[in-house]
């Protein structure tokens, strides 16, 4: 299924120009494939966090703030396939490389209206308490705010906004996995931030979810710790790690958010080749489950679908990735564009603003 004739009402999101509920996806269906048996031919090997897709309003602002003041490379500036009047802008380590993207759809839209149903926070990873010290001073001397450094879950975290209330928190990660640095970063290459991880999602009942997480998706039930009085209960993938982790928060006494600017759109999770991305798309028609089909983003392979609080998750293959239109040393530089949009780049182009 190409994007064009398969997934455009599916994953678009415009708020009220686009309708929220996306092939016939909408949370009245999810309940279905939970009550169906798991066939153990299929399995889904998902490695941890492939990426994380948030909206802004303010596609220049982001720009500045991730690069400048967060110190991340841009390594594609592109558009949303299924709504091309809004740029999709990824910032990832010195090598693009998969886990370490967050990447921003331009819509001007509202704020988000925060509630559970929702991803609530996105962990970005750093190396040792130095490293969260140096960028405590560094926030508060951008004026960004900022939260005391904390220990949590046997991790220390700092919390912080973006400029549109965009939740983020900085998390020592000890070192643990690969590092690529950006040379021309402002931020020191001890202090550069290293990857994604882990997301935590917040949803008013565990159970459903739960069983999608470990029976659906293979993930493993691993520990439980505590944010004030709500439980978070912390889901593994592959061999673990914060770059592995998906914590779900259980707010029943939270309204369902509205997403918006400041928001996120869905999260993705990494599966390592063609093979395996088969195999889970295999699951998902196994147990019936609404979903995209196999869509080509050109990068990578996606599959999209809801779990049962209606939140957004993707599967994206790690390859081909972002060198496949650009050199490594240019990523970014230009307007890339998957080879069906090509054709249409003039027109594209007149209708971005300069970032």
């Known amino acids: 299924m190409t994007e064009e004739n398969g997934c455009a009402n599916f994953s678009a999101l415009h708020f009220g120009k686009i309708a929220l509920a996306s092939c016939g996806l909408v949370t009245a269906s999810l309940q279905v494939y939970l009550h169906r048996n798991i066939d153990g031919d299929s399995t889904m090997k998902l490695t941890g966090i492939h990426h994380l897709t948030a909206v802004t309003a303010n596609a220049a602002g982001n720009h500045a703030f991730y690069t400048q003041s967060l110190g991340m490379r841009l390594v594609k500036k592109t558009v949303n396939q299924d709504d091309v009047s809004a740029y999709h802008l990824f910032y990832a380590d010195g090598k693009a490389s998969p886990g370490t993207d967050i990447t921003f759809f331009d819509w001007p839209v509202e704020r988000e209206k925060r509630g559970t149903h929702s991803i609530a926070q996105t962990a970005l990873r750093v190396n040792g308490e130095e490293a969260l010290k140096w960028w405590k001073d560094r926030l508060d001397s951008l004026s960004i705010r900022s939260d005391k450094i904390v220990e949590r879950d046997g991790r220390l975290s700092l919390d912080f906004e973006d400029f549109e209330g965009q939740r983020l928190s900085l998390v020592d990660d000890g070192g643990k996995g690969e590092f690529h640095p950006w040379e021309r970063s402002p931020v020191p290459v001890e202090y550069q931030i290293r990857g994604l991880g882990p997301i935590r999602l917040s949803v008013p009942k565990l159970e459903r979810t739960a069983r999608v997480l470990t029976e ?16 978070v209960h912390v889901f593994e993938m592959g061999e673990g790690g914060p770059a592995a982790e998906l914590h ?54 996606s599959l999209y679908f809801r779990e049962p609080n209606g939140i957004l998750f993707e599967i994206a293959t790690d390859g081909p990735g972002f060198a496949t239109d650009e050199p490594m040393d240019k990523l970014g530089e230009r307007l890339a564009l998957p080879p069906f949009l090509e054709p249409r780049r003039a027109q594209i182009e007149a209708g971005l603003k300069p970032l």
């Not at 659906?216 to 439980?231: C, F, I, L, Q």
């Not at 080749?273 to 979903?291: F, G, M």
């Open 216 to 231: 659906a998706m293979d993930m493993r039930a691993a520990r439980e710790y505590h944010v004030g009085d709500t439980p």
């Open 248 to 301: 779900v928060a259980v707010e029943p006494g939270l309204p369902p958010a509205r997403q918006g600017a400041g928001g996120v759109h869905h999260v993705a999770f990494r599966t390592p080749n063609e093979q395996t991305y088969q195999e889970c798309w295999e699951r998902l028609q196994s147990l019936k489950a609404p979903s995209s089909g196999p869509v080509d983003r050109y990068y990578f392979q």
